[in-house]
């Protein structure tokens, strides 16, 4: 698992390589740390993460931007509420 700050209140968590749960608690676990409004991409390779991954974080309160398929991975486009 990689994570970056990308730019001003942007970041990129990569949870590639491994599957659920482990990019959804990631990528809940990461979302705590940052401002609100704070955008995070989160990338996966794993197909129930496109789902379960989306589902956590709305049902905390966050906005899901997008969840586009990029050749054999996702990107799953978060705001923080």
């Keep these: 698992m990689k994570f970056m700050k990308v730019s001003n209140d942007r ?9 659920c749960p482990y ?3 990631f990528t809940l676990k990461v979302i705590k740390e940052l401002k609100e409004n704070s955008i995070i991409e989160v990338l996966v390779d794993n197909p129930a ?10 049902k ?12 054999n991975y996702w990107r799953i ?5």
Excluded: F, I, T, W
Aim: hydrophobic fraction near 40%.
């Design 11 to 19: 970041y990129m968590l990569d949870a590639r390589g491994y599957a």
């Design 23 to 25: 990019p959804q608690v």
């Design 49 to 58: 993460s496109c789902d379960n991954v989306p589902a956590a974080v709305r």
């Design 60 to 71: 905390l309160g966050h906005e899901v931007l997008e969840v586009n398929q990029e050749g």
């Design 77 to 81: 486009v978060v705001r923080k509420r």
